[in-house]
């Protein structure tokens, strides 16, 4: 979404909100489409005191995968953006600033990047998951491992030998 702030320009106080929906339910995170729902753009351009800024918060509710557990859950996820924008950029040197093309900026195109960036490398579905039992496969939220008692194989001849001496 392209939005026109040149009439803010040069109007200190004034301010321009904007609200708007992306699909991201193409885009692929390690081979998942979580982003099933939309996401919500809101956010406002501010002129203060003869500086522009942009502030947005892209939102959804992601359909994610625990990596603990497998277990498929709703996934709150917010990402929280500021810019300054100028009309003539000086420097090349700071991400936060942005140049405007003919007093525009692509919001869409910012928040889709900053979305994505944002994106956690790994997902729980909660922070103290317990995870899977890799003997027995049991939901370790949910029931209790059934292979404890089990001695691995290899430790039962190592306490043999043991015993011998
Ligand atoms: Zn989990
Ligand atoms: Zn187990």
């Known amino acids: 979404m392209l939005l026109d702030v040149s009439k803010l320009i040069n109007a200190p106080g ?8 992306m699909d991201l339910s193409d885009v692929d ?3 998942l489409y979580p982003a099933q729902e939309p996401v919500v753009v809101t956010g406002a351009v501010r002129n203060t005191a003869g500086m522009l800024t942009l502030d947005f918060t892209a939102a959804t509710v992601l359909k994610s995968v625990c990596d603990r557990c497998l277990k498929p859950f ?12 100028t009309e003539k950029l000086e420097s090349e040197d700071s991400d936060d600033i942005l140049e405007l093309e003919n007093g525009c900026v692509d919001v869409e ?8 960036f944002e994106m956690d490398t790994k997902t729980l579905c909660s922070e103290d998951c317990k995870g899977i039992c890799p003997g027995c496969g049991v939901d370790l939220n ?3 491992c059934i292979c404890k008692k089990q001695v691995d194989p290899r430790l039962a001849v190592l306490a043999q030998l043991l015993e011998k001496d």
């Open 14 to 21: 004034e301010r321009m909100e904007f609200s708007f929906e």
């Open 74 to 85: 709703d996934n709150p996820k917010s990402v929280h953006c500021q810019y300054l924008l």
């Open 142 to 144: 949910q029931g209790k």
């Open 109 to 116: 195109d910012l928040a889709r990047t900053a979305f994505i």
């Open 29 to 31: 995170f390690g081979g």
